[in-house]
């Protein structure tokens, strides 16, 4: 599973995924939109209009992917099986 959670410097919601994803063993690729032009637009491609952060894509090993808006903390243990 490959996960990549698109954040920005201020957000406290992100930082709580990120401390949640730590704890349970997960690695992440954190991508921060409010710093770098490249990854802002990365970030609208990919976000099927949701504007907030946390914003995940998570891509498992077969090519299927999950896009979760916000921490839903639910949601995450269904994708990741736990």
Known sequence: MHITMYSTT??????GLEKWLTQE???YEKKLADTDEA???????VNDGMIGVP?????????TVTKISGY??????HILGI
């Open 25 to 27: 063993g997960f690695t």
């Open 55 to 63: 914003f995940t894509v998570l891509t498992a090993d077969d090519g």
């Open 10 to 15: 201020t957000c406290t919601t992100c930082i």
């Open 72 to 77: 839903d903390r639910a949601s995450f243990k």
């Open 39 to 45: 990854i802002m637009a990365e970030f609208m491609s």
